[in-house]
């Protein structure tokens, strides 16, 4: 059985090393910073199996390595367009975030008398199998419009493992430093929705740095695992804060 990752893509997590190839990360669960690789980090042999691996590469990574070029070599001036299924490919990887997650997981075993018993793998794969499709099939989140964030301040982005930052009324997936994946609340007429791009250039550090203490305190409050960044500094500091906060 090969190594499984759990959670996060590893196509996603490569963006936020750093030039050896490294990556820093806060380590929830027992409080220290370390540093990993993405090829070996955040993965458990045998998580799922075989087939929900399958599945998960065929459905969502297959097609977000197209996505992913375009928001790392897109400049969002005048005339660049994002690929054409790029709306699709977007919620698909958000859905697979929120199946994958092991908050989700937690919610299953607290709402189903039945799930408990079964095998820690079958949990896995009902979880990121069932979770995914149901969400495909309710559509969920689809009054949100997806925009995207470029990142020009003096900050990088953090990434939580969870993927997801709520931001008032947009939902933030970092897939580099400077990029991100935004789902946007605001109302678009329909017969518009696929021809609109909003871009959200930010060179404002402050703005920046709230979107990182976010992500770190809804990281701690759901999946419990781990942010990173190429940063070792920008996570100390991160984390400095929330020592601050909670002494004060």
Known sequence: MVNSHIQMPRQVMKNFADENGLLYFFDIENGKIRRGYPKTMYTEKGYFSDY?????GAEVESMLGE?????????????????????????????SLLARSPSFQTELNSNS?????????????????????????????QQYHISFLVNK??????LPTGGLTQCENRIICPVTPRRAIVLDDIHIEEEDDKKY???????????????????LVQEMKRDKKYVISSNKSLLQNLVGEMVEIRED
């Open 113 to 141: 008398v039945f799930f408990q018993f079964f095998p820690r793998r079958d949990q896995h794969d009902i979880a990121a199998h069932d979770g995914y499709l149901m969400a495909q099939e309710k559509r969920i989140l």
């Open 153 to 158: 301040s003096t900050e990088e982005l953090v």
């Open 67 to 95: 996505l992913l070029k375009f928001i790392k070599d897109t400049e969002f001036e005048a005339g660049d367009e994002p690929p054409v299924q790029y709306r699709d490919i977007a919620f698909s990887y958000v859905y």
């Open 52 to 56: 929900v691996e399958d599945f998960l």
């Open 197 to 215: 791009v909003a871009v959200y250039e930010i060179d404002d550090q402050e703005v920046i740095h709230m979107i990182n203490q976010l992500s």
